[in-house]
T-cell receptor, first 111, second 114 residues
């Protein structure tokens, strides 16, 4: 069945360092890959997304890369700040409005 | 503009009871999906409705049902509650009609079954 694996489950970095979170999906029909940030007790919020016709997308300190052949996509956060601390979820979607989420990565940025 | 709103925000129920959760999508959004998020895990897809029709169903038992109303709001119903149904239930709305558009989540309903 459809599955998204996400690594690592926890990630601790020093402020100013970079953070990388990786996901692998199983459904070759997947063509939309959003990333959500969820702070404690709050709703998931979209931070960046990428579609299958694009290999990389960047928005200020955040970038996402997609390798469709390998079924991998990654989130890169540069110059991390304490307010980046949260749980990050990757997701994959095919031709239906059904998001398959990864298990989440708890990112802690230490000042 | 108001975002996606869900009610109630918190709920405590006893095993075997029934619960109804409500969701109002963003104005103009016709697609509503429901997700269950167990503590420490990613959201799991339960249902998707578009134009009042069920378009997708996740791997959940028949105790879970939903519907969408003419104003595009939606209800999620869970019968015969089990302890394992304790979770955060999230509603997401999208414009619909085209795929791969941003899903906006509500703040969720935290259900505790005792």
């Amino acid at each position: 069945g459809e599955n998204v694996e996400q690594h690592p489950s926890t990630l601790s970095v020093q402020e100013g360092d970079s953070a990388v979170i990786k996901c692998t999906y199983s459904d070759s029909a997947s063509n939309y890959f959003p990333w959500y940030k969820q702070e404690l007790g709050k709703r998931p919020q979209l931070i960046i997304d990428i579609r299958s016709n694009v290999g990389e997308k960047k928005d200020q300190r955040i970038a996402v890369t997609l390798n469709k052949t390998a079924k991998h996509f990654s989130l890169h956060i540069t110059e991390t700040q304490p307010e980046d601390s949260a749980v990050y979820f990757c997701a994959a979607e095919g031709g239906t409005d059904k998001l398959i989420f990864g298990t989440g990565t708890r990112l802690q940025v230490f000042p | 503009d108001a975002g996606v709103t869900q009610s109630p925000t918190h709920l405590i129920k006893t095993r075997g009871q029934h619960v109804t959760l409500r969701c109002s999508p963003i104005s103009g959004h016709k697609s509503v999906s429901w997700y269950q998020q167990v503590l420490g895990q990613g959201p799991q897809f339960i249902f998707q409705y578009y134009e009042k029709e069920e378009r997708g169903r996740g791997n959940f038992p028949d105790r879970f049902s939903a519907r969408q109303f003419p104003n595009y709001s939606s209800e999620l119903n869970v019968n015969a509650l089990l302890l394992g149904d304790s979770a955060l239930y999230l509603c997401a709305s999208r414009k619909g009609g085209t795929t791969n558009t941003e899903a906006f989540f509500g703040q969720g309903t935290r259900l505790t079954v005792v």
